[in-house]
């Protein structure tokens, strides 16, 4: 039986994403199918983290577990940021919540200070591998409301990581060269941690996992290094298809005779102003 609050995010997210594109196509701002096109697959891939068998499977499994927070944070979080792209995000929400934020400016300035590439990386590591730690994980296997806050913190590190590459509040993505090594510095902490995981010769988290037999029928070590072989393989794929798009739309955007694609690191403005 899913939990109510997995049901409650995933139908916000798909209420959100209808008004926020009619809203958009009542405006002759419509963005076209690709945005359904991608919302499709984020949606997917938050209810099969959220609303299906996963989701309980995670407190048998660390494969499962380490399976629910890829597609989390990994695949649903940088696609909707690309589905929500302005103007559907803006429309999405309601005028008045947009219209305080817009008067709020020490929490726009706050946002923009976590979202530059400078502070969003070592934000995401941090959130990443501390709940990676023994205690911190376990207590989270025991406390549902604790689980919750994980998931939570997980996806909100996940947006600030990703956002300075996707520009979510603008129509048109920069393509500046930057974001190449960005990316990669981005999946590398889940790609360290991974690999440590893997190369581990006891089991982690016994204390709320046990040390016998687990789903699908897995001795501890096992399921563990497969917990750690989705979390890499995941980062490599993310890696390697993001790197593949960044380089070829900052090459068309450069024969397209657009703003030239630069190698050197973001200017102030572009580190200081994500929002």
Known sequence: MPEPGGVVVVASTVALFVIGYRRARARGLAPGVARALVA????????LALLS????????????????????ADIAVPLLLIAFRAPIGALAAPPTLVAGFGRARRLRRAMAWLVRPTHAV???????????????????????????????SFVVASVLVWWPIIEPVRRRPRHALWKLPYLFAA???????????????????????GLGERWPGLDPLSDQRLGAALMFSTDVVVLGVGLTLLFFAAARADQGGGETPRMARPSSRELGRAL
């Open 53 to 72: 068998p996963l989701d309980s499977l995670a407190h048998r499994s660390i494969a499962a577990h380490m399976a629910q927070h890829v597609l989390l």
């Open 187 to 209: 999946r590398f902490a889940g790609m360290a941690l991974a690999m440590g995981i893997a190369a581990m010769r006891s089991p982690l988290y016994s204390g709320a996992y």
């Open 40 to 47: 499709g697959p984020a949606v997917g891939a938050l209810a």
């Open 122 to 152: 070592p934000i995401y590591a941090l959130v990443l591998l501390g709940w990676h730690l023994g205690p911190a994980f376990e207590a989270a296997l025991h406390w549902p409301l604790l689980h919750a806050l994980q998931h939570q």
